[in-house]
């Protein structure tokens, strides 16, 4: 019921194309949905998140969209660029940013120009 | 936006030696700070999650005697690997969050190897 469940676990794009990421949870206690991008050697960088009250939130080229019902959420790369190239990873977590995190397995990403 | 920094970024150390790892918030008090894995290839494993000035909670599996976390200010934690063997080698990654956010602010890491 803690697992987060993502794919695919890898993904190559043409430039200019749409990235489609997704994510599926067991535990409807979750509240708070983060996409987190890291780059070889660095730690993870926050992307977007989201809330269960919600079904989509857009920040620039990247959406999430969000179906309580399926209990599945997605990240949409749009115009996707060589610079997106990186390991993209869903998490969940209930109660606020002070619990813990649970992470999706991660989506390798290859944006070819 | 907060930042969150780890020292050292890379720490290469001989079987049997402990090593500490250092998880500082700059710019903001951190009220829980939180351990991760990192093997290559792999997702974030949680560790532990230490709240400032009690002691913390790890996760199943993690050996407290073997890996020391110390939260001592709203600033600072440590993690302290001791005795560390090869199989201890890793990418290691705190995070910080404070009472009120929204979202937890992760450090770079710190990759250890050891020989």
């Known amino acids: 019921q803690q697992q987060v469940k993502q794919s695919p676990q890898s993904l190559i794009v043409q430039k200019g194309g749409i990235s489609i990421i997704n994510c599926a949870y067991e535990?409807?206690?979750?509240?708070?949905f983060p996409w987190y991008q890291q780059f070889p050697g660095k730690g993870p960088a926050l992307l977007i998140a989201?809330?269960?009250?919600?079904s989509e939130k857009k920040e620039g080229r990247f959406t999430i969209s969000f179906n309580k019902s399926a209990k599945q959420f997605s990240l949409h790369i749009m115009d996707s660029q060589p610079g997106d190239s990186a390991t993209y990873f869903c998490?969940?977590?209930?109660?606020?940013?002070?619990?813990?995190?649970?992470f999706g397995t991660g989506t390798l990403l290859a944006v070819q120009p | 936006g907060a930042v969150v920094s780890q020292h050292p970024s890379w720490v290469i150390c001989k079987s049997g030696t402990s090593v500490k790892i250092e998880c500082r918030s700059l710019d903001f008090q951190a009220t829980t700070m939180f351990w991760y894995r990192q093997f290559p290839k792999q997702s974030l494993m949680l560790m532990a999650t230490?709240?400032?000035?009690?002691?913390?909670?790890?996760e199943q599996g993690v050996e407290k005697d073997k890996f020391l976390i110390n939260h001592a200010s709203l600033t600072l934690s440590t993690l302290t690997v001791t005795s560390a063997h090869p199989e201890d080698s890793s990418f290691y990654i705190c995070?910080?969050?404070?009472?009120?956010?929204?979202?937890?602010?992760f450090g770079p890491g710190t990759r250890l190897l050891v020989l």
């Open positions: 989201i809330r269960p009250d919600v």
């Open positions: 995070s910080a969050s404070t009472s009120w956010g929204e979202t937890q602010y």
């Open positions: 230490s709240n400032e000035g009690s002691k913390a909670t790890y």
């Open positions: 535990n409807t206690a979750f509240d708070y």
């Open positions: 998490a969940a977590s209930y109660g606020g940013a002070t619990n813990k995190l649970i």
